[in-house]
């Protein structure tokens, strides 16, 4: 087998590389200054460090609703600097004692709450840089780790988390750990500096073994010229973070479209046979910069269940040596495919793999759910998905969710799992046992399923203000108070049993996924958001921007008389994004016009 092409920079030169690639190569596999930097006394990382620092899975942010803020005298005060650490949960699955750990790092540590993200992660806020050591190695401690959590490598490995005791279920949920363990960055940084004591006798060894390198870059480099560190990934990583998400036909709850790789299981005879690869999805954009879109992935090829781990890696290599690193508004690996076209990035991916892959299997994406509720394993034990709006673990106002949860893991000890939709599954609980851990619920504040509109149900948020660096207005934190102001509408209309999908984000990233919603809020400016119109729950369709700038306080009326339209004239048994996406905008343009124009002359005429 003759080894595939790989650019030649001699041949073909490529522009400079960004800032974050020359971090990248001067950090010697991701040590750079951090070790020092934890000793040195200051509140927050160097910028460069902080670039690393992503890799081993959190982010540097500073309290944004704090900016500004003076001192008694009228001085500024200066930024209130934190980190977020995110720790990685292949497949949303963990164990009764690894939530209580996190719980307890989130109380000790952070800012008292816990969060879900839309990629079955767990998020730890407002981390003092003093005691960001102290949590990661609380968090290995439980078998639990933070490492490519985020940064230019494979992030969490996502998959359906439903317990159900299916075969083809079950083989998706391994394929996950596996691929999560095997794409994982090999470098010994994330060991020696978090886990190893830094103020003891061993920083001594530490500095001896972590020196040398600055020096000796070659021995990185094997006979074959293989990278003896990162086989995978090189000694620069992937040009920017990449994404993979595992589903069955019948359940897309992972939004297997929207992610970078999506493998969708080809299922026969109670057996996944097979995967359908789907290559490039990505929702990040920059609306001023006309090159960059959100994208559903494309579907590239069929491969059997024994050659997906290979395949995937060819798919990561061909991303790792062809995409943009100097300008990373465009490295994403779908920027990537739409410049070569899917035949060349296929073939390429054939190339690196070392035979031919096949067409993609007919089959595709046919349902979608949440998991909440009861449901029963298929063992002889129950499981409940616990509705948690937009993945906000907190006590608060009567709601004491974090109380709740930590009286159900001692007394039951269910697994865990979390689901892409930010919420909770308790799984392997005994029927006998149903009562009393509804009553748990209740006691606390935390309403059943029967008490959650649809609309609630189905909303995502991403975090937002005030710790993104990103965002532009509120997300997490404006969303409920939305949705308390639609349902009355909802109802007012016949509509309140109507399920669709409704996420907000506060930048167009996208991280809630708002692109392939039936309704999807994007942050534009301080109080401002585009709407989105047309996508679908199933996940296979892009929305449409119906409306830009929309300030916040519009965004109900802006949505009123496209859902009074929808009340009207659609198809029996057709969904709001469908209708939306037939009617298309000029259509729902011109009958909220009329809409507008009737209240106002009904309003005049009654006054």
Not at 321 to 337: E, H, Q, V
Not at 552 to 566: E, G, M, N, R, V
Request: proline residues 6%.
């Amino acid at each position: 087998m003759s080894e595939p092409t790989k650019p030649d920079p001699a041949a073909d030169p490529q522009p400079k590389p960004s800032a974050v690639e020359e971090a990248k190569l001067a950090s010697r596999y991701l040590r750079g200054d951090l070790a020092e930097e934890l000793l040195n006394g200051e509140d927050h990382f160097a910028p460069l460090s902080s670039l690393v620092l992503k890799h081993h899975g959190m982010y540097q942010q500073d309290d944004r609703d704090s900016r500004g803020a003076r001192d008694a005298d009228g001085r500024k005060l200066g930024k209130a600097y934190s980190l977020m650490i995110r720790t990685k949960i292949p497949a949303g699955m963990l164990t009764s004692d690894q939530l209580l750990a996190e719980l307890d790092l989130c109380e000790e540590l952070g800012n008292g709450t816990l969060r879900i993200t839309n990629r079955q992660d767990l998020q730890l806020h407002s981390v003092l840089k003093r005691d960001v050591q102290t949590a990661i190695r609380r968090i290995n401690e439980v078998k639990l780790t933070t490492l490519g959590a985020c940064g230019d490598v494979q992030r969490n490995v996502m998959c359906c988390p439903c317990p159900v005791q299916d075969k083809p279920r079950q083989e998706i949920q391994e394929l996950a750990l596996r691929l999560s363990n095997h794409l994982l960055p090999r470098s010994p940084a994330y060991r020696d500096i978090w886990l190893t004591d830094l103020e003891s006798g061993e920083r001594q060894a530490w500095d001896a073994a972590t020196a040398a390198p600055r020096e000796r870059v070659p021995e990185d480099v094997d006979s074959d010229g293989a990278d003896a560190i990162e086989p995978l990934y090189g000694r620069t990583y992937l040009p920017r973070k990449f994404k993979i998400a595992i589903a069955l036909p019948h359940d897309n709850c992972v939004d297997v479209y929207t992610p970078d790789l999506g493998l969708l299981a080809v299922p026969e005879n109670d057996t996944v046979v097979g995967y359908n690869f789907l290559v490039g999805g990505s929702f990040g954009m920059t609306p001023s910069n006309k090159k960059t879109f959100p994208a559903l992935a494309k579907r590239m090829a069929y491969v059997p269940a024994g050659e997906v781990i290979a395949v995937v890696e060819a798919v990561i290599k061909v991303q790792r040596d062809f995409g943009n690193r100097s300008d990373r508004s465009l490295a994403r690996m779908k920027y990537l495919i739409a410049d070569w076209g899917l035949p060349r990035f296929k073939a390429k991916v054939e190339e690196y793999y070392g035979r031919p892959l096949a067409d993609p299997h007919p089959t595709d994406v046919r349902g979608f759910e949440d998991h909440l509720g009861w449901g029963e394993q298929g063992d002889g034990r129950l499981y409940y998905g616990l509705n948690v709006e937009n993945g906000r673990i907190l006590d608060c106002d009567g709601l004491r969710l974090k109380t709740a949860l930590r009286e159900i893991a001692r007394a039951y000890r269910p697994g865990i799992r979390l689901t892409p939709l930010q919420s909770i599954l308790f799984t392997d609980i005994d029927p006998a046992d149903r009562i009393d851990f509804e009553v748990i619920l209740r006691r606390n504040g935390v309403k059943g399923l029967h008490e959650i509109s649809q609309a609630r149900r189905w909303s995502m948020a991403c975090v937002g203000l005030p710790t993104c660096p990103l965002t532009i207005t509120e997300s997490e934190r404006s969303l409920p108070g939305m949705i308390d102001d639609l349902e009355p509408v909802l109802a007012r209309l016949g509509l309140a049993g109507e399920r669709f999908t409704l996420r907000m984000t506060g930048c167009p990233n996208g991280c809630a996924r708002p692109y392939n919603a039936d309704v999807g809020l994007s942050g534009r400016a301080v109080d401002k958001y585009s709407i989105y119109l047309g996508g679908r729950l199933l996940g296979d369709r892009m929305a449409f921007l119906y409306q830009d700038l929309v300030p916040a306080d519009q965004i109900l009326p802006t949505l009123t008389p496209i859902l009074t339209y929808f009340k009207h004239a659609r198809t029996d048994g057709e969904s709001f994004g469908d209708f939306c996406d037939r009617m298309g905008k000029d259509s729902l343009n011109r009958w909220a016009t009329q809409f507008a124009q009737e209240s106002a002359r009904t309003g005049a005429a009654g006054g």
